[in-house]
């Protein structure tokens, strides 16, 4: 690891900038931007949870932010030298350049996550009615990903900057959960898909 002194985002920035208190403390090969993708995230919260795990009370670790002119901000992290913080620190990079994801876990979710909202997302623009009523966008989503991993994975892909999904691609799946898009462009199950006649009510 680097000493903050020495350290620098990109060769056109000037070394050990916001190193004036800890300039011999080691910046950890971990950081993020305002552009943090889901991986960059995701390691960055794990990281911070490793270290507040061996140095609870932050005497040997620090998060320092600055402005940026590329990605708006940077943040990274530093640890004294010496210290349990850096012990577990060198454990983190080595780690990462053996595998790209610190926790596992954490990153499945975020991924899950930003699958289901871009799902929602495409899903907004269609009006889907279930027995008379609009379906919950959310949960209709979450069954939609189900689909998806098991008939479409392609669909699922994520990109660092996030994921999206095609209204192509959430009709294939509303089919396949047996939706139909009726003549008054409303999604129904199978079997509701008779629109009422011009001039109907509901009385009951």
């Not at 966008?137 to 479409?152: G, I, K, N, P, R």
């Amino acid at each position: 690891m680097q000493r903050f002194d020495e350290y620098r985002p990109t060769s056109l920035d000037p070394r050990g900038l916001g190193s004036d208190e800890h300039p011999d403390w080691l910046v950890v090969g971990v950081s993020r931007t305002r552009d943090s993708g889901l991986l960059e995230s995701s390691n960055w919260d794990a990281t911070i949870a490793c270290l507040v795990a061996v140095d609870p009370t932050g005497d040997d670790h620090e998060t320092h932010r600055f402005g940026h002119w590329g990605p708006g901000w940077i943040e990274l992290i530093i640890v004294r030298p010496g210290s349990k913080a850096h012990a577990e620190a060198e454990r983190i990079v080595a780690a990462l350049a053996d595998y790209p994801v610190l926790n596992e876990e954490d990153f499945s979710q975020r991924e899950y996550d930003a699958q289901c909202e871009a799902i929602a997302g495409a899903l907004r623009p269609l009006t889907i009615e279930d027995d008379g009523a609009e379906v919950d966008t959310d949960q209709l989503a979450a069954a939609m990903f189900s689909d998806m991993w098991e008939h479409d994975q392609g669909a699922l892909e994520c990109h660092d900057g996030g994921c999206s999904v095609s209204q192509d691609e959430c009709a294939a799946s509303l089919e396949r959960l047996g939706y139909v898009l009726c003549e008054d462009d409303v999604w129904r199950p199978e079997g509701e898909t008779e629109t009422a006649p011009e001039g109907w009510e509901h009385t009951g």
